[in-house]
C-alpha cells in the first residue's frame, strides 16, 4: 500500500531557476495539502487542492508561486525565478475525503528539499 | 490565529528513560490535537490524535498523551525509550471545524536523540 510519494527527494537550483515539486496522493485519495517547512520553524499550511480545483490558496505567497492537480497526474507545486528564501522542505499531504470537520487525518510524503544557490 | 509551541528543540536520552514532550496551543475554539513522527529519512507519520472522549490518547509504538483543556497542553510520553524511537516529533492541531479546518497548524518540532 504505497503511501504518499514525492519527487524528487532534493532539489537544488540557482537563483532565477524554476522549481517543479511533485506529489502523487495516496491511493483513492482526491485531497492534497501542500505544506513548507523554513529552516528553524515548523510546517506551514500553503494550499489545498481537489482534482481540477484550487479550494484554499491562502498560505502561498503572491507571487511566483501556484499549484496544480491535474485530472490525470501528480500535483505540482511550481515556484517560478526562486529566490534563496525559497530554501525549505515542502511536505505534501493527503486525505481521502474532507467533511468540513478537521478529523480528516492527513497522510503525509517525505518532502522535497529544495536548496537554492 | 492557532499556533502551536514546543518548548524543547532537542533532547537527548537514554535507552529505558522516560519521555515527556511539551505542547502548548493557543486558540480560542474547540481543536483536533496530533502528534506525527519523522524518522530519519522518512515521511512524517501519524503517532497519535484526539478528537473528543477519553482525553488520554494512546498510540502506536507504546506512545501515549495526555489533553488537559485547562492548560491547552497535549503532551507526549513513552515510559521508556528505545534507540529506534530517534526521530523529530511534531505536535500539530487544527479547528474542530469551520472554514479552513483543514488547515494543520505545526509547532516547530522536538529532535529526540536515544543513546543505547
Known amino acids: 500500500n504505497a503511501g504518499v510519494m514525492q519527487n524528487p527527494r532534493h532539489l537544488v537550483r540557482r537563483r532565477g531557476q524554476e522549481a517543479r515539486l511533485r506529489c502523487s496522493p495516496m491511493?483513492?485519495?482526491?485531497?492534497v495539502y501542500w505544506y513548507r517547512q523554513l529552516p528553524e520553524e515548523g510546517l506551514k499550511f500553503m494550499v489545498y487542492?481537489?482534482?481540477?480545483?484550487?479550494?484554499?490558496e491562502s498560505g502561498m505567497p503572491k507571487e511566483r508561486f501556484s499549484a496544480e492537480f491535474p485530472k490525470e497526474g501528480p500535483s505540482i507545486l511550481r515556484i517560478q525565478q526562486v529566490v534563496r528564501g525559497d530554501s525549505a522542505a515542502y511536505f505534501c499531504?493527503?486525505?481521502?475525503?474532507?467533511?468540513?470537520?478537521?478529523?480528516?487525518?492527513?497522510?503525509f510524503g517525505p518532502g522535497t528539499r529544495l536548496t537554492v544557490l | 490565529a492557532q499556533s502551536v509551541s514546543q518548548h524543547n528543540h532537542h533532547v537527548i536520552l537514554s535507552e529505558a528513560a522516560s519521555l515527556e514532550l511539551g505542547c502548548n496551543y493557543s486558540?480560542?475554539?474547540?481543536?483536533?490535537l496530533f502528534w506525527y513522527v519523522q524518522y530519519p529519512g522518512q515521511h512524517l507519520q501519524l503517532l497519535l490524535k484526539y478528537f473528543s472522549g477519553d482525553p488520554l490518547v494512546k498510540g502506536i509504538k507504546g506512545f501515549e498523551a495526555e489533553f488537559i483543556k485547562s492548560k491547552f497542553s497535549f503532551n507526549l510520553r513513552k515510559p521508556s525509550v528505545q534507540w529506534s524511537d530517534t526521530a523529530e516529533y511534531f505536535c500539530?492541531?487544527?479547528?474542530?471545524?469551520?472554514?479552513?479546518?483543514?488547515?494543520?497548524?505545526f509547532g516547530k518540532g522536538t529532535k529526540l536523540s536515544v543513546i543505547p
Open positions: 491511493k483513492g485519495h482526491s485531497h
Open positions: 486558540y480560542g475554539g474547540t481543536v483536533n
Open positions: 500539530a492541531v487544527n479547528a474542530d471545524s469551520g472554514a479552513g479546518s483543514y488547515q494543520l497548524t
Open positions: 487542492l481537489q482534482k481540477e480545483n484550487i479550494i484554499d
Open positions: 499531504a493527503s486525505s481521502p475525503l474532507w467533511t468540513g470537520a478537521g478529523t480528516d487525518t492527513q497522510y
